[in-house]
């Protein structure tokens, strides 16, 4: 249920858990303080989730080897539970935390990862701007117009 929401974390220089028990549950960096991002996410109140501090060694990088601090992930409420909606709000929560530490990282032709990951860079400019409720504005027009599109090669 996790994963399409902290797989945005990748295209970041945040540890997804890698090489733990707990990959894509577990997010953390030497630099962050767990609790404080914990409060964070459940002082937001976003829907069928809680966080709770961590501290973790991931065996991949970034930070293999390296004492991370970060959150837990718990999905509370499958029914309200939002995968991509939670994972942004984790995401926009870290950034007006460590606004100065948070990065996106470029591939070798200057493309951010994060934004392969995202379908484009509307979204990472959206948590660096502060605009995260206006991306999401369009996202029910989005659905409907999708499956309509697709409504006739379904099968059931």
């Known amino acids: 249920l996790l994963y399409p929401g902290t797989c945005l974390f990748e295209g970041t220089n945040v540890s997804v858990g890698r090489g733990t028990v707990h990959p894509f549950e577990w997010l953390g960096a030497p630099w962050i303080d767990g609790h404080e991002w914990a409060n964070g996410i459940n002082?937001?109140?976003?829907?069928?989730?809680?966080?709770?501090?961590?501290?973790?060694?991931?065996?991949?990088?970034?930070?293999?080897?390296?004492l991370c601090q970060g959150v837990q992930l718990h999905v509370t409420d499958p029914t309200v539970f939002h995968s991509a909606?939670?994972?942004?709000?984790?995401?926009?929560?870290?950034?007006?935390?460590?606004?100065?530490?948070?990065?996106?990282?470029?591939?070798s032709d200057g493309v951010p990862f994060f934004d392969r990951l995202a379908g484009?860079?509307?979204?990472?400019?959206?948590?660096?701007?502060?605009?995260?409720?206006?991306?999401?504005?369009?996202?029910?027009?989005?659905?409907a117009a999708f499956a309509a599109s697709v409504k006739p090669d379904l099968l059931y």
């Open 85 to 107: 909606r939670a994972g942004v709000a984790a995401l926009e929560i870290l950034y007006a935390l460590y606004p100065e530490r948070l990065a996106f990282p470029s591939a």
């Open 120 to 143: 484009g860079f509307a979204l990472r400019e959206a948590i660096l701007n502060g605009g995260v409720e206006h991306y999401w504005g369009g996202e029910a027009e989005a659905v």
């Open 43 to 66: 002082q937001r109140e976003v829907a069928g989730l809680r966080a709770r501090p961590v501290y973790f060694v991931p065996a991949r990088p970034p930070y293999s080897g390296e």
